[in-house]
């Protein structure tokens, strides 16, 4: 994390808001911004450790950002009845902004956001992100089903990422010992050392 970066980042986002008002996708991006913004404080742990979304401490989410990032989707919305891609990943980050606890997630939703991107913008990673809100509505087999089809994908191949979330669905699904192997190569794969010792630990777990 780099908080004084991420400020300036939010700082030129407003003014561009206000320099480019009728713009919908300036607006998105501000959102995209506040919201993902309102979660820095509850991404990392004491000793410097990432904590991932679903573990994070909702209660240190800055409701002042997330309340200026939903008020900046709203007006993207106003602005154009078709949706451009930041104000779909604002729409995306803003369903976990509003879910009071993790459960109460709306993953169908993220899923089809997620498609309604992939249509406009298609990427490996993408679809990446669609699996894994399909697995958390309908299970780790079905998310399972559409990483195996990313594998192939040689903008992934050495995306961390891809292993890491495939091995999360095998560990789900009580496939322990090709879910270590998952995690060992995706902590191959990172560049950061935090990540490395989540991955290591992960892998640890399942053996």
């Not at 996708?25 to 004491?46: D, F, N």
């Not at 669905?169 to 490395?196: C, D, M, Y």
């Amino acid at each position: 994390m780099r908080p004084a970066l991420c400020e300036d980042a939010l700082r030129l986002g407003r003014i561009l808001a206000e320099l480019a008002p009728s713009e919908p996708e300036v607006h998105g991006l501000v959102a995209l911004m506040e919201i993902q913004a309102s979660r820095s404080k509850a991404r990392v742990g004491p000793t410097g450790q990432p904590i991932l979304l679903l573990d994070q401490n909702r209660a240190l989410w800055d409701q002042l950002l997330i309340h200026r990032g939903l008020a900046a989707l709203e007006r993207a919305g106003k602005l154009g009845e078709k949706r451009g891609p930041y104000a779909l990943q604002a729409a995306i980050a803003a369903c976990h902004a509003t879910a009071l606890a993790a459960d109460q997630t709306d993953w169908e939703r993220i899923a089809g956001l997620y498609a309604e991107l992939a249509q406009l913008a298609p990427s490996p990673v993408v679809e990446l992100n669609r699996a894994v809100a399909i697995a958390m509505a309908r299970g780790p087999a079905a998310g399972l089903e559409l990483v195996d089809a990313l594998t192939a994908e040689p903008a992934l191949e050495n995306y961390h990422l891809l292993p890491s979330v495939r091995g999360d669905f095998l560990f789900k699904l009580g496939r322990l010992a090709e879910a270590r192997v998952e995690f060992q190569r995706a902590a191959s794969l990172t560049r950061n050392s935090r990540e490395r010792d989540l991955l290591l630990e992960r892998a640890r777990i399942s053996e």
